[in-house]
């Protein structure tokens, strides 16, 4: 009897819910096709790509595409350059980024919403304009760093899109300018939630701008930190395919420092015809990074508990 | 305020006014190389203080602007209509989400957070849009692969349906006979102004600067390039601009100030940004806020 009662008032919602299931149905459907149907995709990496038979009908061959990925030198590459690019940003970004909206923090009303509206504009540019911007500066001929202070200093010209040992810092650089604005502003805005009486009961007690920021704002942002690094640990087998594809201006000879996963699988697949070992490459991306995130928000969730993702 | 406290404030200032330099400064090199004559370009490469001004790579894009324009015409459909399309379904999704009472409710809301946690890579991806949907070399290329909604929104838009609009007020216009849709025309959309236009900025933008769709899927129809997709093509082919099948040839003579010309049509792409940023910066940054609190 009571299960009756139930299955009818399941049915009357579920009645009076339809308004409400017609709106959820586009963005489901486009859920599950941008989403989830890519998915059984995965399995291309234990298989040889036939075009003409598609995903489903293409030949097994194993674990084929892993070794013949792993036996080449690339892998190693992508996977360093992948990790080492990765670690360089959450340390010296986030570093970076929380001096600034430290800094920010003491700065007068009226100048903190100028410096913001100027340090966000990075985060504007699509990587394909960054990368005209970054080739005005260390072009080989027309360079704006070899003709107006390499040359005048009486130093030779670099050749910077040839020679790869200088690119690890241009990365590092150009990511940091391109994401400290943003990163910044989220810092910042968790200073401006710390309770002002803090400050002011530590203005009381004489305590100096420097010391508040030691031992005030720093240890109330500390949670905020730990969820952000921990979450960019989590993503730390992808990288930003813009960047390393674009700002190098896929330039072969730089391949040493600046092939990541994902220019290596687009290149796998768009390029060089090399889709099984970018397969592999793609499939070792996404499986392991889920399993990073899930770890990333298990720490997470023993640590800041109201900042885990679930 | 003490001595002290005072320098920590000018120190500051002088950091946070270097970094503004910092992120202006290479722009303004853009648009002065672009704004240098040729001849200097070949001889003096990029400057921020050219020997001479000159109009060289405008003039040339202006006997180009064929191209730049159907460009300009691409990048601006795609926008809008990708804005419409996804701003419609990321709101619907997630208000029906917010219903509490709806069955199923905690399972979709489950696949869209999975969908931000488990991501299948770009070759799944490709050989779906590729060989199921055919997308290539059409207009659906820049539109529908991963721009128009993303499980961060739609979940960002549901906590503020479920934090920001009062339940008894959604009850009391229903007993005043009014159905689920005028409800969310009538009532829920209004109260709804900040997190719309927020998500509309970020879809914008996302739509604005891409260039990865053009560059996966459109092989053959250059004249379905945006204006980012034509910067992206010309990094590997400066003639782009002549060779482009709409152009028509430009007769021989004029020399391609290939130099400067890469400077300006930068910049040309950047000016839309840059104008319509200041009006909008507000926005911006409370969108970033909202994100990080809910990310």
């Known amino acids: 009897m009571k299960r009756k009662t139930h299955n ?98 003491e700065c007068s009303r009226k100048w903190q919403k100028r410096y913001q509206t100027f340090i966000l504009i990075p985060h504007l540019l699509s990587y394909v304009v960054v990368s005209y911007i970054v080739y005005a500066f260390l072009g080989g001929e027309n360079g704006m760093i070899n003709n107006q202070l390499l040359r ?6 670099i050749s910077w899109y040839t020679e790869d040992k200088y690119w ?17 502003i989220i810092y910042f805005a968790s200073i401006i939630g710390i309770d002002r009486t803090y400050y002011e009961a530590a203005e009381v007690d004489g305590a100096s701008a420097l010391r508040q920021i030691r031992s005030i704002t720093i240890p109330l942002l500390k949670p905020v930190l730990i969820t952000m690094i921990l979450l960019s640990i989590g993503r730390i087998l992808y990288s930003d395919f813009g960047l390393f594809y674009q700002v190098p201006m896929n330039s ?58 679930f | 305020m003490s001595k002290y406290n005072r320098k920590i404030r000018i120190v500051s200032n002088i950091v946070l006014f270097a970094m503004t330099l910092l992120c202006v400064l290479p722009l303004i090199l853009l648009v002065t190389s672009s704004f240098t004559a ?11 203080f050219p ?30 209509i990708g804005v419409s399309c996804g701003l419609t379904i990321t709101t619907l999704f997630a208000y029906g989400l917010s219903k509490r009472s709806l069955p199923g409710r905690s399972v979709i809301a489950f696949m869209v957070f ?41 979940i960002v838009m549901r906590s503020f349906f479920q934090s920001s609009i009062p339940e008894e007020l959604l009850e009391a216009a229903k007993l005043d006979g009014a159905g689920e849709w005028k409800i969310l025309a009538w009532i829920v959309l209004p109260l709804s102004k900040p997190i719309l236009s927020t998500i509309t900025l970020l879809t914008g933008l996302g739509y604005w600067n891409d260039w ?75 969108g970033i806020v909202i994100g990080s609190v809910k990310g």
């Open chain 2, 212 to 286: 990865m769709n053009g560059m996966y899927y459109l092989v053959g129809r250059t004249d379905l390039f945006t204006i980012q997709n034509v910067l992206n093509r010309m990094i590997s082919s400066m003639d782009f601009l002549r060779n482009s099948n709409l152009t028509t040839a430009i007769e021989s003579g004029i020399r391609t100030p290939s130099i400067g010309i890469r400077m300006a049509i930068a910049v040309i792409a950047l000016i839309p940004i840059l104008v319509v940023y200041p009006f909008l910066q507000k926005g911006f940054v409370k």
């Open chain 2, 38 to 48: 040729e001849e200097v370009l070949a001889q003096n490469g990029y400057s921020f």
């Open chain 1, 168 to 184: 690890p810092f241009i990365l590092v650089f150009v990511n940091i300018w391109k994401t400290f604005g943003y990163s910044s």
């Open chain 1, 8 to 105: 009818k008032n399941l049915a009357k919602r579920i009645r009076q819910s339809i308004p409400f299931y017609i709106m959820i149905l586009p963005g489901l459907l486009y859920l599950l096709i941008n989403n989830y149907l890519p998915l059984p995709g995965l399995q291309l990496a234990f298989k040889r790509l036939n075009y003409a038979e598609g995903v489903w009908g293409s030949p097994w061959v194993g674990l084929k595409n892993f070794k013949y990925l792993f036996r080449s030198p690339d892998s190693w590459i992508i996977i360093r350059n992948t990790l080492l690019y990765n670690t360089a940003f959450i340390c010296l970004g986030t570093a970076f980024s929380v001096t600034i909206a430290i800094l920010l923090n």
């Open chain 2, 114 to 154: 999975f969908s931000m946690l488990f991501n299948g890579g770009l070759i799944p991806s490709y050989l779906m849009w590729t060989q199921t949907f055919h997308i290539k070399d059409t207009i659906f290329a820049l539109l529908v692969p991963n721009l128009m909604m993303n499980g961060f929104s739609v």
């Open chain 1, 252 to 309: 072969g000879m730089l391949f040493d420092t600046t092939n990541t996963i994902d220019t290596f699988v687009y290149r796998g697949l768009m390029e060089s015809n090399d889709v099984g070992r970018a397969a592999a490459a793609n499939f070792i991306q996404s499986v392991l990074g889920f399993f990073l995130v899930l770890t990333a928000n298990r720490i997470i969730r023993k640590t800041e508990k109201e900042h885990a993702l």
């Open chain 1, 152 to 157: 005048p200093l009486g130093f030779s010209d």
């Open chain 2, 51 to 80: 020997q001479k001004w000159g109009l060289d790579a405008y003039l040339y894009l202006w006997e180009t602007r064929k191209t730049l324009l159907q460009a300009y015409k691409m990048t601006f459909l795609v926008t809008l």
